[in-house]
Nanobody, 120 residues
């Protein structure tokens, strides 16, 4: 069984930084694609950043245009954790952030989310 648990969400002022963590149990994080999604109030869920399997030959990590240069996704295999470093936060970044594991034919697995609120 695969379990994803997000943490690190908080209420912060614009311009500040946060690091979100996705702790994974059941499978090693280096063996599958994983990413961060978010859903803002009244809006649809959207991809923020995704990274491929550690051993896979792929393009650089995906980043949503609006967060390029501000957010960084990374993976710590030893801790079986995926991070999203968020800098220069803006009010429009306010959302519930979800960690997602893509297991291909076996489908997607989601955490319960962590709330990030950025005040003006």
């Amino acid at each position: 069984q695969l379990r994803l648990v997000e943490s690190g969400g908080a209420l912060v002022q614009a311009g500040r930084s946060l690091r979100l963590s996705c702790s994974v149990s059941g499978r090693s994080v280096e063996h599958y694609a994983i990413g961060w999604f978010r859903q803002a109030p009244g809006k649809e869920r959207e991809a923020v950043s995704c990274i491929g399997a550690e051993a896979a030959t792929s393009d650089s990590p995906y980043y949503k245009d609006s967060i390029k240069g501000r957010f960084t996704i990374s993976r710590d295999n030893a801790k079986n954790t995926v991070y999203l470093e968020m800098n220069s936060l803006k009010p429009e970044d306010t959302a519930v952030y979800y960690c997602n594991a893509d297991l291909g034919v076996f489908g997607d697995y989601w955490g319960k989310g962590t709330l990030v609120t950025v005040s003006s």
